[in-house]
């Protein structure tokens, strides 16, 4: 039985996997958050102090694996669940250096085909529909400027101690954006048959709706 393969990829910040956990609710689908898996392999790389040109041989030791517990993802570096501590700026900065490395792009490739191939997925990252699953049902490329992306930042972390400046996450914004669009493998970009959604002025639950209502538009009500 072939699965139903839905890709959604956009810069950091965009609400991806917020809205990516909404729809795949909605439709009953497994959300796969792929950005998990980069930062898990920059956490392994800080944690051991890997060098730069000692980063490709050493990724045959670091056990990266995703499970799905109650429909939730989670991510596992050996045995141990990592899913909280990779949520940090600093893996944040580093991930986005990380994922520019071919090797790691490559050795991360098979893990999320396979889940893809298995299951109804959701999936989200940067390269989902260009190189991940160029044979995705539906594309989507959600987007949302710049400061809309830090305001929401903002919001978000002022609510917690060392609140960062809000011109500080916008210039983190920006420099990301920059590193994950001008790598030279699998560089953030919108595939040709994706469809734009821009939630600079959408709210959590109408971007949802517009992303189930094009998903049941292009598979024709079969999900
Ligand atoms: O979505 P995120 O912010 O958790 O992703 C962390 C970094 O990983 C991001 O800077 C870019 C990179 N990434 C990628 O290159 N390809 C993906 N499919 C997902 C994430």
């Known amino acids: 039985m072939s699965t139903v393969n839905i890709a959604i990829d956009g810069p950091a910040g965009a609400g991806k996997s917020t809205i990516a956990k909404m729809v795949s609710a909605k439709l009953g689908y497994i959300y796969v958050d792929t950005g998990a898996l980069y930062r898990t392999i920059a ?6 102090s890997i060098a730069d040109e000692d980063i490709e ?4 030791k670091a056990d ?7 429909g939730a993802q989670r991510v596992f570096l050996g045995d141990r669940d990592v ?3 990779i949520r940090t700026p600093e893996i944040s ?9 071919p090797a790691v792009r490559k050795y991360l490739f098979g893990t999320q085909q396979k889940i893809a191939a298995e299951n109804n997925v959701i999936m989200d990252g940067r390269d989902i529909g260009t190189v991940v699953l160029p044979n995705a049902d539906v594309k989507i490329f959600l987007t949302a400027s710049a400061e ?7 919001k978000e972390l002022s609510e917690k101690p ?3 400046a809000y011109q500080e996450i916008l210039d983190d914004i920006i420099k990301r954006d920059y590193q994950d669009m001008h790598r030279e493998t699998a560089p953030l970009k919108q595939a040709d048959d994706a469809v734009l959604v821009d939630t600079t002025t959408l709210n959590l639950e109408q971007s949802a709706d ?9 598979t024709g009500g079969a999900v």
Not at 43 to 48: A, G, M, Q, V
Not at 64 to 70: E, M, N, R, Y
Not at 93 to 101: D, G
Not at 210 to 218: A, D, F, L, P, Q
Request: glycine share 0%; hydrophobic share 40%; net charge positive.
């Open 64 to 70: 990266v694996s995703l499970k799905f517990i109650d």
């Open 43 to 48: 956490l392994f790389i800080t944690e051991n």
């Open 93 to 101: 900065m580093a991930a986005s250096r990380t994922s520019a490395i």
């Open 210 to 218: 517009e992303i189930v209502r094009i998903i049941t538009e292009k």
């Open 148 to 154: 809309e992306r830090a305001n929401r930042r903002y």
């Open 57 to 60: 041989k050493s990724l045959e």
């Open 162 to 164: 060392n609140c960062p």
């Open 83 to 85: 899913s909280d501590v």
